[in-house]
């Protein structure tokens, strides 16, 4: 693969771009960035809406966020998607988020709603369908993004893509397991803020394509903060 070349964009890229020298400075940067956020929101209307991703990326991004000065108790914990596995699996993306940062910090339980994807996609995303009416937009969703632009579960050509529900059921995914639960298009599109963490030589290919245009789910979402590394983005 060729390292991505800047002269190459034709388009405007949906949204800005802050790079990082390294996954972990990423890390570090985005935890950051979701601590400045989660205190203006805090102190504007007393409570933080904050949507999770799954993922390696993301982890590094929880292991420094967990250290960081958060009211937790003002914050609403919700899930970008979830494999339809059972409650405790090592692949649940909940599974990760408890281990690497909510059993690590004080926040009361009732403030993680998790998408009980146990039960099976149609009736878990029905389920967080209702809880989400509660919540008419999340303050921040972190993100990522595959190597086929696809972010959360969503990915390209599948038809949950196009549904107005505000959480999905996904069958046939191209990744194990082909069954999941996603937040909609929608809803990802009425948050406040969208952080996107990308790292790897992986995703330059991806980056390029949003870059010319592609309308790939990671796009649609709308305009957002693109987190990329030295190896995703090398021509910084």
């Not at 034709?10 to 790079?19: A, H, L, Q, R, T």
């Not at 980056?207 to 010319?212: D, F, G, I, R, V």
Request: aromatic residues 6%; hydrophobic residues 40%.
């Amino acid at each position: 693969m060729t390292d991505l070349d800047l002269t190459q964009l034709k388009k405007p890229f949906p949204g800005s771009i802050v790079f990082h020298k390294s996954p972990e400075d990423l890390a570090h940067g985005v935890a950051h960035r979701v601590a400045e956020l989660a205190k203006q929101a805090i102190a504007a209307r007393g409570v933080f809406l904050l949507g999770l991703a799954g993922g390696e990326t993301p982890r590094r991004c929880y292991e420094t966020l967990r250290h960081l000065l958060i009211n937790w108790e003002h914050v609403q914990i919700f899930f970008g998607d979830e494999r339809c596995l059972p409650t405790g699996h090592d692949q649940r993306n909940d599974t990760m988020v408890l281990a690497t940062l909510l059993d690590q910090v004080t926040i009361p339980s009732g403030n993680i709603h998790r998408i009980a994807a146990e039960k099976g996609a149609i009736v878990a995303a029905q389920e967080y369908s209702e809880l989400l009416q509660h919540y008419p937009s999340l303050d921040l969703v972190l993100l990522g993004m595959g190597e086929d632009g696809h972010t959360a579960s969503l990915f390209p050509g599948n038809p949950c893509v196009t549904s107005g529900d505000s959480a999905v059921a996904v069958f046939d995914a191209p990744k194990p397991p082909p069954e999941r639960v996603s937040l909609g298009l929608l809803t990802l599109q009425k948050a406040g803020h969208r952080i996107f963490l990308v790292t790897g030589k992986n995703k330059q290919a991806a980056l390029l394509a949003l870059s010319n245009g592609a309308i790939l789910p990671a796009a649609q979402v709308g305009l957002s903060e693109w987190h990329c590394d030295h190896a995703a983005w090398p021509k910084f």
